[in-house]
């Protein structure tokens, strides 16, 4: 089973909206990673939060992690049709950091 | 630079054909690894490499040998195709683990 579960699986908003998605894990972590892929594209990586951090921004993003509940949640705001993408969180799921482990992604499309 | 290069980009295989896909790097980045996604799915690890030499098996290694001769080229081979294996696959490399940059993809069919 994968390391990570996004929810929602699939979400469709309003041009200007803010779109949040959250990631489940099941074991310790260093850090987790959040990656954007385009249709039929290779993952982008978008931003990073440590195991000791709880919030991180980075232009419209904004990431949290609360490693007591193994979750973190990624919010974009005033989001733009350019943001339609699928969205997946990724974390270090061994102590040597060297399983990458993927989630299973959120689908969000932008209505204009 | 060129990042990631994977090739073929596109592959038809028959089932018990065997073949490589190939993956290069021009970042010199020691870590590398290979994902397969399945449609509508996340991408689950099939192997990957902390540097030349090393390789490790990841979520779903059966079915696939890779290995690191050197720090730019990672190929993953498939001994004996089966349908099963029929996906897009994914290459990707890091220098530090935290941050993952990836190639555009092979995708797979095997009939």
């Known amino acids: 089973s994968q390391q990570g579960e996004e929810d929602p699986q699939a979400l469709s908003i309003q041009e200007g909206e803010n779109a949040t998605m959250n990631c489940s894990y099941k074991?310790?972590?260093?850090?987790l990673q959040w990656y954007r892929q385009n249709s039929g594209r290779g993952l982008v990586h978008l931003i990073l939060i440590r195991s000791n951090e709880r919030e991180k921004h980075s232009g419209r993003l904004r990431v949290t992690l609360d490693t007591s509940k193994k979750s973190s949640s990624l919010l974009i705001t005033a989001s733009r049709a350019a943001d339609t993408a699928s969205y997946f969180c990724a974390t270090d799921a061994d102590s040597s950091a060297s399983k990458i482990i993927f989630g299973s992604g959120t689908r969000l499309s932008i209505r204009p | 630079n060129a990042g990631v290069t994977q090739t073929p980009k596109f592959q038809v295989l028959k089932t018990g054909q065997s073949m490589t896909l190939q993956c290069a790097q021009d970042?010199?980045?020691?870590?590398m690894s290979w994902y397969r996604q399945d449609p509508g799915m996340g991408l689950r690890l099939i192997h990957y490499?902390?540097?030349?030499?090393?390789?490790d098996q990841g979520e779903v290694p059966n079915g696939y040998n890779v290995s690191r001769s050197t720090t730019e080229d990672f190929p993953l081979r498939l001994l004996s195709a089966a349908p099963s294996q029929t996906s897009v696959y994914f290459c990707?490399?890091?220098?530090?683990?935290?941050?993952?940059?990836f190639g555009s993809g092979t995708q797979l069919s095997v009939l």
């Open positions: 490499s902390v540097g030349a030499g090393i390789t």
């Open positions: 990707a490399s890091s220098y530090s683990r935290e941050k993952l940059f």
């Open positions: 074991t310790s972590i260093n850090n």
């Open positions: 970042m010199n980045h020691e870590y």
